[in-house]
């Protein structure tokens, strides 16, 4: 199967965006989904149908498609529509003053308005009655096909008043219907092009250019010429133009475009950096790991851009709906017609009551109220750093209930760090640091590493670590090696008791057992033939998990920390972020996690999973709501519904909560649009509804359906309120 994105051009309503989909469905094969806010259709196709099959679909259904291409900048997008616009109001305005004032009417007035109102429903109007012909040609009806119908209706039954001598004319109808669904359509297309704002503002986040270290010599290349192991030169105030490992330099990185994260992030050689963000002060050299379509900015443009594609099951009603609901109208148009004259009543009195059915019923909000709701939503999730794979994820944010955090790498920092020196009877801690650090330094097992550098953050640059000789590695117990003229020994405590005759003197045997109680680890330094101190060790929990937890709760939601850890350890960790013992679950083999999260659905549990090992791919996939912190693996990146880009496991409330709100703006929208039509067509269909007021109500639909939807782009995570 093949994938593709067409830009589509001439769609007006739902039921335009629902026919093509329908045609393009009915190819062997095909899936497409048409998006009227993005004016797009991806689809999934067969290699035996090709893109130009499929654009033939289109054109034979009514419409343009294409392959997507920039925007010229040379004129503003709604350049054309705003001249309309202008010209429809200078025409249609002295036409409904003077038809609704009698007292302005002068001699010849209907001939001037008639002057006046016939630019504006052919040239002004002239987008519906194309559209409207071109449906009609291939046996459809669409919104354009009820203004075409009700506008030359209005104008038509006016030349006839006209010509018979008859002042009652509907020349303001015609007029004022014309310049308010123009005006409408305008303020439409701006709030559509706006809800679009934030995707385009990542797009543009990469950088176009970069000074790659070629032979020694700087050179400025655009990025599209990067390779993956070129190492580039990013200067103070510079974009990193591709993802990569810093290989030289230290700086601090604004990445608050991507991440949402306002403070900038400490790097220095071996942090992982990624394309797009600021490096703020000290140059950097930077190894290239990926490039173009692979970059994280790339990825999470395709993530957003797919989700912003597709339909939510609400949405899918909408338009089966709008499908048939133009032919019913007009239908209904010609039933309160005849009813009319069958009841006695004026032709004219009927005529307006036709028209206003035609006019008030355009189901152009239907088609609007889950497109724009996503594509702000998604946009705006973007900007935070939560990227949302598809609107079907929305239904289950709403449903969850239960949210399984694994510990390492999402409540906690994933890394071990130094917490705590423990010295022995007369021990100097600048000694003990100075000797143990330094044979720890020789060792790359991950506690040796954070004592390492925990000795060194700790005694500064004017106490270097001294060189270490005779070094040896005791899988599973500790390290040896000569120092500064002392043999150093650092491990377990039972094995520098049994091998090296080194016991632990009782104090600091009692200080190390009530660390391990609190679930950290406990290292033993010694030398010259006795115990010197003890380190304790720990990965630490992020600075936000404790508030993250509050805010879950805060939610409704029940929060249940996962973890292969034992007891101790992870029972340790669930206080210090708030999570009762009750809720632990440790010592759970990376298999073992999918039986937990059935083990919770089972139980009637809607579960949420956050996570970001490889490990966790499976429990993620199993969840109703998969989580991955964008700080893991790309396999469990894969396996999720949400990608958080920033570690900060706040967030996960931070993407339930817009998830949630972009839902219910969904469903507010189209609750108006089904709403608001059921309500008016019996009120037009009655007399109640003057022609012109129905097509102001009708824009004003639309207007309404996009600003509320426009109103995500204000979403702001609720950080004050849980900072613990």
Same mark, same amino acid.
């Given at each position: 199967?093949?994938?593709?994105?067409?830009?589509?051009?001439?769609?007006?309503?739902?039921?335009?965006?629902?026919?093509?989909?329908?045609?393009?469905?009915?190819?062997?094969?095909?899936?497409?989904?048409?998006?009227?806010?993005?004016?797009?259709?991806?689809?999934?196709?067969?290699?035996?149908?090709?893109?130009?099959?499929?654009?033939?679909?289109?054109?034979?259904?009514?419409?343009?498609?294409?392959?997507?291409?920039?925007?010229?900048?040379?004129?503003?997008?709604?350049?054309?529509?705003?001249?309309?616009?202008?010209?429809?109001?200078?025409?249609?305005?002295?036409?409904?003053?003077?038809?609704?004032?009698?007292?302005?009417?002068?001699?010849?007035?209907?001939?001037?308005?008639?002057?006046?109102?016939?630019?504006?429903?052919?040239?002004?109007?002239?987008?519906?009655?194309?559209?409207?012909?071109?449906?009609?040609?291939? #046996?459809?009806?669409?919104?354009?096909?009820?203004?075409?119908?009700?506008?030359?209706?209005?104008?038509?039954?006016?030349?006839?008043?006209?010509?018979?001598?008859?002042?009652?004319?509907?020349?303001?109808?015609?007029?004022?219907?014309?310049?308010?669904?123009?005006?409408?359509?305008?303020?439409?297309?701006?709030?559509?092009?706006?809800?679009?704002?934030?995707?385009?503002?990542?797009?543009?986040?990469?950088?176009?250019? !970069?000074?790659?270290?070629?032979?020694?010599? &700087?050179?400025?290349?655009?990025?599209?010429?990067?390779?993956?192991?070129?190492?580039?030169?990013?200067?103070?105030?510079?974009?990193?133009? !591709?993802?990569?490992?810093?290989?030289?330099?230290?700086?601090?990185?604004?990445?608050?475009?991507?991440?949402?994260? !306002?403070?900038?992030?400490?790097?220095?050689?071996?942090? /992982?950096?990624?394309?797009?963000?600021?490096?703020?002060?000290?140059?950097?050299?930077?190894?290239?790991?990926?490039?173009? /379509?692979?970059?994280?900015? @790339?990825?999470?443009?395709?993530?957003?851009?797919?989700?912003?594609?597709?339909?939510?099951?609400?949405?899918?009603?909408?338009?089966?709906?709008?499908?048939? %609901?133009?032919?019913?109208?007009?239908?209904?148009?010609?039933?309160?017609?005849?009813?009319?004259?069958?009841?006695?009543?004026?032709?004219?009195?009927? %005529?307006?009551?036709?028209?206003?059915?035609?006019?008030? !019923?355009?189901?152009?909000?239907?088609?609007?109220?889950?497109?724009?709701?996503?594509?702000? #939503?998604?946009?705006?999730?973007?900007?935070?750093?939560?990227?949302?794979?598809?609107?079907?994820?929305? &239904?289950?944010?709403?449903?969850?209930?239960?949210?399984?955090?694994?510990?390492?790498?999402?409540?906690?920092? *994933?890394?071990?760090?130094?917490?705590?020196?423990?010295?022995?009877?007369?021990?100097?801690?600048?000694?003990?640091?100075?000797?143990?650090?330094?044979?720890?330094?020789?060792?790359?097992?991950?506690?040796?590493?954070?004592?390492?550098? #925990?000795?060194?953050?700790?005694?500064?640059?004017?106490?270097?670590?001294?060189?270490? +000789?005779? %070094?040896?590695?005791?899988?599973?117990?500790?390290?040896?090696?000569?120092?500064?003229?002392?043999?150093?020994?650092?491990?377990?405590?039972?094995?520098?008791?049994?091998?090296?005759?080194?016991?632990?003197?009782?104090?600091?045997?009692?200080?190390?057992?009530?660390?391990?109680? $609190? *679930?950290?680890?406990?290292?033993?330094?010694?030398?010259?033939?006795?115990?010197?101190?003890?380190?304790?060790?720990?990965?630490?929990?992020?600075?936000?998990?404790? $508030? /993250?937890?509050?805010?879950?709760?805060?939610?409704?939601?029940?929060?249940?920390?996962?973890? *292969?850890?034992?007891?101790?350890?992870?029972?340790?960790?669930?206080?210090?972020?708030?999570?009762? +013992?009750?809720?632990?679950?440790?010592?759970?083999?990376?298999?073992?996690?999918?039986?937990?999260?059935?083990?919770?659905?089972?139980?009637?549990?809607?579960?949420?999973?956050?996570?970001? *090992?490889?490990?966790?791919?499976?429990?993620?996939?199993?969840?109703?709501?998969?989580?991955?912190?964008?700080?893991?693996?790309?396999?469990?990146?894969?396996?999720?519904?949400?990608?958080?880009?920033?570690?900060?496991?706040?967030?996960?409330?931070?993407?339930?909560?817009? $998830?949630?709100?972009?839902?219910?703006?969904?469903?507010?929208?189209? %609750?108006?649009?089904?709403?608001?039509?059921?309500?008016?067509?019996?009120?037009?269909?009655?007399?109640?509804?003057?022609?012109?007021?129905?097509? @102001?109500?009708?824009?004003?639909?639309?207007?309404?359906?996009?600003?509320?939807?426009?109103?995500?782009?204000?979403?702001?995570?609720?950080?004050?309120?849980?900072?613990?």
């Amino acid at each position: 199967m093949s994938a593709t994105e067409l830009a589509i051009g001439g769609m007006t309503c739902a039921s335009c965006a629902t026919r093509i989909e329908r045609k393009l469905n009915k190819l062997d094969g095909v899936t497409a989904t048409v998006n009227l806010a993005t004016e797009t259709a991806r689809i999934d196709f067969p290699s035996a149908i090709t893109v130009k099959d499929l654009i033939t679909v289109v054109e034979q259904a009514g419409y343009t498609a294409a392959i997507p291409v920039p925007r010229p900048e040379a004129e503003p997008a709604d350049a054309g529509p705003r001249r309309r616009l202008l010209v429809t109001l200078a025409l249609a305005i002295p036409v409904i003053v003077v038809s609704m004032l009698p007292p302005l009417r002068f001699p010849g007035w209907a001939g001037v308005a008639l002057a006046l109102a016939t630019p504006v429903v052919t040239w002004g109007a002239w987008p519906f009655h194309r559209a409207a012909a071109i449906n009609a040609r291939h #046996g459809a009806a669409t919104m354009d096909t009820l203004v075409s119908v009700g506008v030359t209706a209005a104008y038509l039954w006016s030349l006839y008043a006209l010509a018979k001598g008859s002042g009652d004319t509907y020349l303001e109808v015609a007029s004022g219907v014309t310049a308010l669904i123009v005006l409408g359509r305008y303020f439409e297309g701006r709030s559509r092009r706006r809800s679009g704002d934030a995707l385009r503002a990542l797009l543009a986040l990469g950088a176009k250019d !970069a000074a790659v270290l070629r032979d020694g010599n &700087e050179t400025r290349v655009p990025v599209s010429h990067l390779a993956v192991g070129d190492v580039i030169v990013v200067r103070p105030g510079e974009k990193i133009a !591709a993802d990569g490992i810093v290989s030289g330099g230290r700086s601090a990185i604004d990445a608050s475009m991507l991440t949402g994260e !306002a403070l900038p992030v400490e790097v220095s050689a071996g942090d /992982a950096v990624t394309g797009g963000c600021v490096n703020t002060s000290g140059s950097l050299r930077v190894r290239v790991t990926r490039v173009g /379509a692979e970059t994280q900015l @790339a990825q999470m443009a395709r993530l957003v851009t797919q989700a912003q594609a597709g339909k939510a099951a609400v949405q899918r009603l909408a338009d089966r709906v709008s499908a048939v %609901f133009v032919p019913v109208v007009i239908g209904l148009a010609l039933v309160t017609l005849t009813a009319w004259l069958a009841a006695g009543q004026p032709p004219a009195a009927a %005529f307006t009551a036709a028209v206003a059915v035609l006019i008030i !019923a355009c189901p152009c909000a239907m088609g609007l109220a889950t497109p724009t709701a996503l594509l702000v #939503g998604t946009g705006r999730g973007a900007q935070l750093g939560i990227l949302i794979k598809g609107p079907e994820v929305l &239904e289950s944010t709403r449903r969850v209930d239960t949210v399984v955090l694994d510990k390492t790498g999402t409540v906690t920092t *994933g890394r071990m760090t130094l917490t705590g020196v423990l010295t022995g009877p007369g021990q100097d801690a600048t000694e003990l640091l100075t000797l143990a650090g330094a044979v720890e330094d020789a060792s790359e097992h991950p506690i040796a590493t954070a004592i390492a550098a #925990g000795a060194r953050a700790r005694l500064g640059d004017a106490t270097p670590l001294p060189a270490v +000789s005779d %070094f040896a590695s005791h899988q599973g117990y500790g390290v040896s090696g000569l120092t500064a003229g002392h043999a150093v020994t650092v491990g377990r405590a039972g094995w520098l008791a049994d091998e090296w005759a080194l016991p632990v003197p009782s104090e600091l045997a009692g200080n190390a057992l009530r660390a391990e109680a $609190s *679930g950290q680890t406990v290292v033993i330094a010694g030398w010259d033939g006795a115990v010197r101190g003890a380190f304790t060790v720990a990965d630490t929990v992020k600075p936000t998990s404790r $508030s /993250a937890v509050e805010k879950l709760r805060a939610m409704g939601l029940r929060p249940v920390l996962l973890t *292969g850890d034992n007891e101790r350890v992870a029972h340790a960790v669930a206080e210090q972020v708030g999570i009762g +013992s009750r809720d632990v679950i440790a010592g759970v083999l990376p298999a073992g996690k999918v039986d937990v999260i059935k083990a919770l659905q089972d139980e009637g549990r809607v579960v949420a999973m956050a996570g970001d *090992g490889v490990n966790d791919a499976a429990a993620l996939a199993q969840a109703d709501l998969g989580l991955a912190m964008g700080t893991g693996t790309d396999a469990a990146i894969e396996a999720s519904d949400l990608t958080l880009v920033r570690g900060d496991l706040l967030a996960v409330p931070d993407a339930i909560e817009l $998830s949630r709100r972009t839902l219910a703006t969904i469903k507010g929208n189209l %609750f108006w649009a089904f709403g608001y039509n059921v309500a008016a067509i019996p009120l037009a269909a009655l007399g109640l509804l003057n022609p012109m007021i129905a097509a @102001a109500a009708m824009a004003s639909s639309s207007i309404f359906v996009v600003s509320n939807s426009l109103r995500l782009r204000r979403f702001q995570p609720g950080y004050s309120r849980f900072q613990g």
